[in-house]
């Protein structure tokens, strides 16, 4: 099938720091599936840094899965993601890019959008949140309280800690001070040795954050079992979540679960992850990378699955290429978009619609 991949580079607000480094920008792959003046739908394969994943090969990887599919057997989702897995078992990138752009075309073909066509055909109850948490990313205590500041009005802040344990004390108490009405979650981004954690987590509960993600570096997990075992704080794994098959082994360990599409490979994991998590009574929070309208507004289509939402890369970047584009005020709003499928218009911008940006 016709397709077109190519690689658009995300400029970030602020410099995006976690324990792991720091970035003022990153490249995102977007996927047009169908022919440019037809377009059937859109994808994204925004790369897992840790992992290693490039842009460039994801966008080999991708032409290599759209080539298997046809007009004739495009609406057969499962058959094409488990193709995915085969040909490109290490990038969950590429992955995700072909799976959301099948669902969207799938949404279209029917003329509803994404989030009702998944609610027609993987039927749910659940009222799922309403809006997302913004984060703070880790940088100096004066830039993370006066960007606390800017959001303070936000009912949620994911602060980006794991640096060391007296700087992220005074870091989340000068948050705390700039946006006091706000509810604190933190992410130690694997920054902390399990000593480190287990002195902080006290003190984080007692400055009322709700929960802590990937407290441990990934892959740590009898360490982390020991953690949760006594933790005054719900333990959410993030790096230590990628597809299905890494949940068995968090079993016992943790209480809650980050699945986002660029890590699991797409929507068609992702539903079967919020399945498992639910038979192991983990809360669920739906999470990005650093990803345009196209792959965020394939999370929000999931938003009444899950128990929590972390859906901000529209309100970090600069110039997200996909319309409406980046947003400039803040608003826990979850980023969905109206229309049919993701809600991405077809036809647009020509500097963007179906070809690479000039």
């Known amino acids: 099938m016709d397709a077109h991949a190519w690689i658009a580079v995300l400029r970030l607000r602020h410099p995006w720091g976690l324990s792991r480094g720091t970035a003022h920008e990153l490249p995102t792959v977007l996927l047009r599936l169908g022919p440019d003046a037809a377009p059937l739908g859109f994808g994204e394969a925004a790369p897992v840094r840790y992992l290693h994943h490039s842009a460039e090969r994801a966008c080999a990887l991708i032409a290599a899965i759209c080539a298997g599919i046809s007009e004739h057997d495009r609406g057969d989702i499962a058959h094409h993601a488990a193709r995915a897995l085969a040909l490109a078992p290490d990038h969950s990138g590429a992955r995700a890019a072909v799976d959301i752009a099948l669902w969207d075309a799938a949404a279209r073909d029917h003329g509803r959008c994404l989030r009702a ?34 959001a303070a009005d936000l009912p949620i802040l994911k602060i980006k800690l794991g640096k060391d344990p007296a700087f992220d004390r005074e870091a989340l108490r000068r948050i705390a001070v700039a946006a006091p009405r706000a509810r604190l979650r933190v992410d130690a981004n694997g920054g902390w040795s ?21 407290p441990l570096a990934r892959g740590q997990l009898d360490a982390l079992a020991a953690l949760h075992s006594n933790s005054p704080l719900p333990i959410y794994a993030d790096e230590d979540v990628q597809g299905p098959e890494t949940l068995a ?6 209480d809650g679960i980050n699945i986002k599409l660029m890590k699991c490979g797409g929507i068609s994991p992702a539903l079967t992850m919020i399945a498992a998590a639910r038979s192991e009574g983990w809360r669920v929070l739906l999470g990005c990378m650093i990803e345009t309208r196209v792959g965020l507004a394939a999370a929000a289509s999931l938003a009444p699955r899950v128990d929590e939402a972390d859906l901000d890369a529209h309100m970090l970047t600069q110039a997200d290429p996909v319309p409406p584009g980046s947003q400039a005020h803040y608003t826990p709003d979850l980023p969905a978009l109206s229309g049919p499928g993701l809600g991405i218009p077809v036809r647009g911008d020509p500097r963007w619609w179906g070809s690479a940006p000039p």
């Open 117 to 150: 066509h998944l609610g027609a055909t993987h039927p749910i109850t659940a009222a799922g949140p309403h809006e997302t948490s913004f984060t703070i990313a880790l940088a100096s205590h004066d830039e993370m309280a006066a960007r606390a500041g800017e």
């Open 194 to 214: 399990f000593d480190q954690a287990r002195e902080l987590l006290p003190d984080l509960a007692d400055l009322g954050v709700e929960f802590v993600e990937q």
């Open 249 to 254: 082994a968090l079993r016992g360990r943790v």
